[in-house]
């Protein structure tokens, strides 16, 4: 049977504060709303800008992540799952739906002052927390001397 995949891929801007709650076994759970954009040329040939709104939950320690380093419009990439539920409606007896997207993994964009307090850095289920910041800066130059040094015959292959 051929193999069948369900990813999501985001990079968006949070809509709001993220939302942390907790199970009554105590499990942390985090909702919050992505905002993508995309940008398309209309029929008369001017740019228009549509927003899409993103329903994303967050368990376990990444939510515990979100809701400590993430504000609204916090900067974040997020891989996870498509994950619809049902139920009926209590006041028209309607069959309702809701499809949200299960966050596995967890990347924070946003510099400090840029939609929260979190630093560049990332959290992967099963990888030590991030949002750590990380020095970003150009690498220092070599001098130009060591370089022009090395003969043919120094390289190894």
Not at 4 to 13: A, D, E
Not at 85 to 113: C, F, H, M, P
């Amino acid at each position: 049977m051929p193999k069948s995949v369900n990813k999501v891929i985001l990079v968006g801007n949070l809509g709001k504060d993220p939302e942390l709650k907790f199970t009554p076994q105590g499990t942390p759970v985090a909702k919050f709303t992505v905002a993508t954009n995309e940008g398309y040329k209309d029929k008369s040939g001017q740019w228009q800008e549509r927003t899409e709104w993103h329903n994303v939950i967050a368990w376990q320690r990444t939510a515990e992540i979100v809701g400590e380093y993430l504000k609204k419009g916090s900067k974040v990439y997020i891989e996870g799952r498509l994950q619809t539920s049902s139920w009926d409606d209590k006041e028209t007896g309607q069959k309702r739906y809701k499809t949200e997207i299960v966050a596995n993994d967890l990347v924070l964009l946003s510099g400090r002052g840029e939609g929260g307090e979190a630093g560049a850095g990332g959290y992967s289920r099963g990888a030590a927390a991030g949002g750590g910041t990380y020095d970003q800066s150009q690498p220092h130059q070599q001098e130009e001397s060591h370089a022009t040094n090395i003969q043919d015959e120094d390289i190894p292959f």
